[in-house]
């Protein structure tokens, strides 16, 4: 498996303003994903993060809303930008085990857009 | 496009009893079929996960079996016990990394 750890683990934020969440893994890992979870719902994927290259966008999802960082092959943010209150949800950050497709995730992050 | 169904979508069984979830994927070219457990505020946690090679797998409660003609999969919980309590996920992995989700199943346990 993989120890993963997110930044900050939940949030209150004011509309209009941004949030980034950070994502810690303890061992180097090629694939890193954003996903959101609305309460009660299913994962939705937002973006695959691959260090050293640009982060590929599920449709719906935008780099503009959501840019995210992947300075090396431990670490990713993922930034909430110009947030609303329909941005209120849980972030999970997840990293494949490429040789074994299996992937973990962080803990969460519980956004609450007022 | 790619499309994985869950069902049902709440199953409450009482305790001891089994439980069973069910799968189908979209597309034959899937080949690995994890499934994760999530309580309630917590993480989703991979439980078992089985790939296109085999039918069957066992983990001792566990078990999670594949109908590639068929195209689906099914988590079965013997003996269930008041911490299965939780929402279950399965997914499909397509292409070269995406997993594509079913939309859950809280299993209630019921004393």
């Known amino acids: 498996s993989a120890v993963i750890s997110q930044k900050p683990s939940r949030d209150i934020c004011q509309r209009g303003t941004s949030l980034t969440i950070q994502c810690q893994v303890d061992?180097?890992?090629?694939?890193m994903f954003w996903y959101r979870q609305q309460p009660g719902q299913s994962l939705t994927l937002i973006a695959t993060?691959?260090?050293?290259?640009?982060?590929?966008?599920e449709s719906g999802f935008v780099i503009d809303k959501f840019p995210i960082s992947r300075p090396n092959l431990t670490f990713s943010t993922l930034t909430v930008s110009n947030m609303s209150p329909e941005d209120s949800s849980i972030y999970l950050c997840?990293?494949?085990?490429?040789?074994?497709?299996?992937?973990?995730f962080g803990p969460g992050t519980r956004l609450t857009v007022l | 496009g790619e499309n994985v169904e869950q069902h049902p979508s709440t199953l409450s069984v009482q305790e001891g009893d089994s439980a069973v979830i069910k799968c189908t994927y979209s597309?034959?070219?899937?080949?690995?079929f994890p499934w994760y457990k999530q309580e309630l505020g917590k993480r989703p946690q991979l439980i078992i996960d089985?790939?296109?090679n085999v039918g069957e797998k066992k983990d001792q409660r566990i078990a999670v079996t594949l109908n590639k003609t068929a195209k689906h999969f099914s988590l079965h919980i013997t003996e269930t016990q008041p911490e299965d309590s939780a929402v279950y996920f399965c997914?499909?992995?397509?292409?070269?990394?995406?997993?594509?989700w079913g939309a859950g199943t809280k299993l209630i346990i019921k004393p």
């Open positions: 997840s990293v494949e085990k490429r040789s074994y497709n299996e992937q973990f």
């Open positions: 061992s180097q890992v090629t694939m």
């Open positions: 993060a691959n260090q050293g290259s640009e982060a590929t966008y």
């Open positions: 597309d034959s070219a899937s080949n690995y």
């Open positions: 089985i790939r296109s």
């Open positions: 997914a499909a992995h397509f292409g070269n990394y995406q997993l594509i």
